[in-house]
């Protein structure tokens, strides 16, 4: 199991959607580094993954109480959800903004 994952983080690198905001318009987009920082996760860095794209630790928990409360209605579930968007939703806006400034 250990070699298939990592024969697809190797074959992820290749396949990675280029932005097409970056592309037209030379500017990163709200959602520029978040295939990379998947990738860093699937490879343990952890810190370089939240430096690349911050809201990937409330997106990933954000997806899957969406799924869980899908298949099982958690009594906070609606909550949770709400709370997890609002944090990504900042988070994506806030990084943004930084990128531009820079």
């Not at 959602?31 to 794209?53: D, I, K, P, W």
């Not at 906070?76 to 990128?99: E, P, T």
């Amino acid at each position: 199991m250990h070699n298939q994952l990592i024969i697809f983080i190797l074959a992820a690198k290749d396949y990675m959607l280029p932005c097409l905001n970056k592309q037209l318009f030379g500017i990163d987009c709200p959602g520029c580094g978040l295939q990379r920082s998947v990738l860093l996760l699937f490879n343990g860095e952890f810190v370089a993954a939240f430096q690349m794209y911050p809201a990937i630790f409330t997106l990933i928990p954000l997806f899957g109480t969406i799924i869980i409360n899908k298949l099982f209605t958690l009594k906070y579930g609606s909550q949770f959800i709400i709370g997890l968007g609002i944090s990504s939703v900042a988070l994506i806006i806030i990084n943004f903004i930084i990128k531009i400034i820079n």
